[in-house]
């Protein structure tokens, strides 16, 4: 069942009397249960791309149907309600609040969605276990390890029970074996739950834990494959 599909998405920026066109006419279909990663150089159009496919922009042309919806159409108030239950998040800074904790952290999809304080702590402590970070549910971000920080900001994306998670250069700021447990646990929640993972990322090795790879170069697709091919 197809769960993303974008129909000659494009994508113009208007500066001044100037206008530079980020995306030309992308055509492609992603299916629930997919692990896909997007590769191209900088300013191939990828990142564009990805903020369009998580509400956070919006196409010039072409129309964007998210799980059978066109939220191509949809108004702000909509796009922030299906940003909340259908998608999750994951950047390379981790973008956590200094101030609270690991399950403050991963409550707050659920304040956005009116979901009680019970069952707030409930749910994210069942999150935080899926992440491996079961009795961390107190510490703050600096008394966790920067792996530790992204299992929080994963566990954050999963607490709405989103069905998508879009990952941005997840293992950026991330050391070498440190990036290969997190790509592990995107591997491990991509095949026991069903979650269809998209990330972003400049690194081959990284690429290779998925099954797909779409490869983008100045606003076009350049190739989209199995990952066998990358």
Known sequence: ?????????????????????????????????????????SGSGKSTFMNILGCLDRATGGAYLLDGSDVSKLQR????????????????????????????????????DGVPASERGARAADALKVVGLSGREGHHPNQL????????????????????????EPTGNLDTRTSVEIMELFVRLNAEAMITVMLVTHEPDIARFSRRVIKFLDGTVL????????
Do not use: C, H
């Not at 299906?82 to 950047?91: P, T």
């Open 1 to 41: 069942m197809t769960l993303i599909s974008a129909q000659g998405i494009s994508k113009d920026y208007v500066m001044g009397e100037m206008s530079v066109t980020a995306l030309k006419s992308i055509s492609l279909e992603i299916k629930k249960g997919e692990f896909v990663a997007v590769m191209g150089p």
């Open 77 to 112: 108030d909509e796009l922030a309600e299906i940003r909340n239950k259908k998608i999750g998040f994951v950047f390379q800074g981790f973008n956590l609040l200094a101030r609270r904790s690991a399950l403050e952290n991963v409550e707050l999809p659920m304040l956005y």
């Open 145 to 168: 390890s920067g792996g530790q920080q992204q299992r929080v900001a994963i566990a954050r994306a999963l607490v709405n029970r989103t069905p998508l998670i879009l990952a941005d």
């Open 223 to 230: 190739s989209d494959g199995p990952v066998e091919t990358l």
